[in-house]
């Protein structure tokens, strides 16, 4: 089952540039469209901001705790995965 650690790192995802900034998750707001201080792109683009929004709220549902804690019961392992987006709102998963 998928344990995650939700990301707390806004950083840009234009090629060679390199700026990171470590948030809250209730910062999420404030980054929303805000360029990258360094190169100017959209650091949190609204389709980014919607499905990470949506995918917490996701994992914070009673359905999916139940599906959590059913699975736990099964045996079957944590995993961790962190999550990040790239700008066109789809939800990566690495772990
Ligand atoms: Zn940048």
Redesign the pocket.
Same mark, same amino acid.
């Given at each position: 089952m998928k344990k995650v650690i939700e990301s707390r790192t806004i950083k @840009?995802d234009?090629e060679g @540039?390199n700026?990171r900034e470590d948030i809250t998750n209730d910062e999420l707001d404030k980054w929303r469209n805000k360029p @990258?201080p360094? @190169?100017g792109?959209n650091l949190l683009t609204d389709k980014d901001y919607n499905s990470i929004t949506a995918f917490y709220k996701f994992i914070d549902s009673p359905i999916y705790r139940f599906f959590s804690w059913l699975l736990k019961l099964c045996g079957v392992k944590e995993r961790e995965y962190t999550v990040s987006t790239d700008g066109s709102g789809s939800i990566i998963l690495r772990g």
């Open positions: @840009c234009k @540039c700026y @990258c360094i @190169c792109s």
